[in-house]
């Protein structure tokens, strides 16, 4: 018996909803302190991708596949309490 998109549904947030609602709430923490510390990021990090996790910068790269590649060896596999942030001098625009 197949069972129903609804029932697949309710198991999977049953199941990984909890996971799912705490690494939001890690990344949030961890976007926050990249955004009261950026001042003092953007002299040591500026133009280059980095990767946080409980407010502590854990590596840094120009290239976005390269730091990702860094983490995995270090780590076995980038976990998903990792924010990865790009520190950037240039003013963004943002679209209306």
């Known amino acids: 018996m197949q069972k129903s ?4 549904e309710n198991d ?9 609602a705490m690494t939001l709430q890690r990344q949030t923490v961890d976007s926050t302190w990249v955004s009261a510390h950026f001042s003092e990021l953007v ?17 840094a790269s120009a290239d976005y596949e390269t730091l990702r590649s860094d983490l995995t060896k270090r780590f076995g ?3 998903d309490d990792i924010t990865i942030e790009f520190i950037t001098t240039k003013r963004l625009q943002l679209l209306h």
């Open 5 to 8: 998109r609804r029932k697949i």
């Open 43 to 59: 002299k040591r990090y500026a133009e280059m991708y980095i990767a946080v996790r409980r407010r502590q910068v854990l590596n």
């Open 12 to 20: 999977f947030l049953r199941n990984e909803g909890p996971r799912i």
């Open 77 to 79: 596999k980038v976990e």
